[in-house]
């Protein structure tokens, strides 16, 4: 096994370990005025080369930062492996005016009605009180992606593992590229 499957196939783990919490990661991009700006996202998988997917609206503010800047922070906690993740990942976004539609169409068709609902409803961060509550839907049942939503390929180039599970902790740093060998590094926690 080499490093980079080594760091998948363990973040992996974390990322199944009690659905769905245990997919629940934060995102750090840049804001607009240059401070980190952190939110909380569903990470819905780990390829095998380390990409993450993530569905998000086209209307959010993630996205307008990641169309500034692609580079960003994913952390993935594992509570019930004491284990903390953090990918530094470029994200390549797929939205509704992309030519390749394959993978979003697959992630939208992988979701829970529950969460598609979300982007048939008003976009995060406007005023709640210029919708009707009829705006807002619990599910949508659209066999395809709807216009708002992203599919967000985050495409690693460094994976920070802390293990508090021991003491003294574990901590390794993988890093690699796209078409590089990936290497591991133990470092002080």
Known sequence: MNFLEEAVTR????LLAAPP???WVQVATLGP???????TV?????????????ATDDASEKVRALRQDPRA??????????????????FEIVDAKAPEQDERRALWKRMPPREKGYYVSPPAGRDRSSYPASAFHAE???????????FLRGVPHAID????????????IYSG?????????????
């Open 73 to 90: 922070e994913v952390l993935l906690l594992s509570r019930e492996h004491l284990e903390q993740w953090r990918f530094s990942v470029r």
């Open 161 to 172: 593992l802390l293990d508090v599970s021991r003491t003294p902790h574990d901590r390794f």
């Open 177 to 189: 590229g796209a078409d590089g060998p990936w290497s591991r590094r133990a470092v002080t926690p």
């Open 21 to 23: 919490t245990s997919q």
């Open 140 to 150: 949508a049942h659209e066999p395809e992606p709807v216009e708002r939503f992203v």
């Open 42 to 54: 569903v990470l819905h998988e780990i390829g095998d080369d380390g990409t993450l997917s993530i």
């Open 11 to 14: 973040a992996r783990r974390a």
């Open 33 to 39: 005025e240059g401070a980190a700006r952190v939110r």
